[in-house]
């Protein structure tokens, strides 16, 4: 992680140097892969300000997503896809800090609660504004709704697909306007996505407050459905169907390749 860490901070380094206002920089990468943790870095970097921004804290609350849920199919309840986020209030939130608004403010969302707690807040100018999520810079595919389902999810609960054609158009329209807010893109890739199931169960544990390995077996078929609301946007991305940028590819060990 220390690699990915430091290729992160030259890469940042770069842009703030070829720019003349604060670079809007945006990190992907599969669930559990390090984003949050190679972050961290750039948070304590003594000589340069980087406001650094979570997708998932652009979720749309519980109760925006229980209407959706109603209006449009069962599965946009469920956090992540794309059309589960404020969009606007990103592009909003990233628009002030590049403007250097004296204080902007962006809310926090709770994944144990599965809602918003909050706001968290910056205040000054920043040298450089990065924001991390793992489908920064996907793009659309058309066929998707069309297309056989990958796994159990998208056969029992999307077999039409309504759901996906959903994300879709998502993509297209207020997505594709966000992603048009990057000066860069920095891809971190999985070896594939078999990776991302022991990575998110991981990941769940520390949500949860608990230890390595100690995640009970009813919660890990609950972490291996839930990544199947991702897995086909993922696997487009790692297939290279996405905006260009950097690439960082790491092992199952989520050491650099």
């Not at 670079?23 to 972050?39: C, D, E, R, W």
């Not at 595919?141 to 159990?152: F, G, H, L, Q, R």
């Not at 999810?153 to 990057?182: C, F, H, I, M, V």
Request: charged share 25%; hydrophobic share 40%; glycine share 6%.
């Amino acid at each position: 992680m220390t690699q990915l860490a430091d290729a992160l901070k030259a890469w940042t380094a770069s842009a703030i140097d070829e720019s003349k206002e604060p670079p809007v920089l945006m990190l992907s990468g599969a669930q559990g892969i390090g984003k949050t943790t190679a972050l961290t870095v750039l948070s304590d970097w003594p000589s340069k300000r980087v406001a650094t921004l979570s997708l998932d804290d652009f979720y749309l609350t519980r109760a925006e997503r229980q209407i959706l849920s109603q209006q449009i199919h069962p599965l946009c309840e469920t956090r992540g896809p794309p059309g589960t986020h404020d969009v606007d209030r990103l592009v909003q939130t990233l628009s002030a800090l590049r403007a250097g608004k004296s204080v902007v403010s962006w809310p926090v969302f709770d994944k144990a609660r599965d809602d918003r707690v909050g706001n968290t807040a910056w205040e000054g100018k920043a040298d450089a504004i990065l924001i991390e999520g793992w489908l920064l810079g996907a793009l659309p595919k058309k066929t998707a709704s069309t297309s056989a389902p990958i796994n159990a999810l998208e056969e029992s609960k999307d077999p039409n697909g309504t759901w996906r054609a959903w994300q879709e158009d998502a993509l297209s329209g207020p997505y594709a306007a966000l992603w048009d807010q990057a000066d860069r893109f920095f891809h971190i890739d999985a070896p594939d996505f078999s990776a991302v199931l022991n990575w998110r169960i991981e990941q769940e544990e520390t949500t949860l407050g608990l230890t390595k390995g100690s995640l009970p077996e009813p919660r890990k078929r609950w972490v291996k459905s839930f990544i199947q609301h991702y897995e086909r946007i993922t696997r487009r991305m790692l297939d290279g169907h996405r905006r260009d940028g950097a690439a960082f590819k790491v092992d199952f060990d989520r050491e650099p390749l």
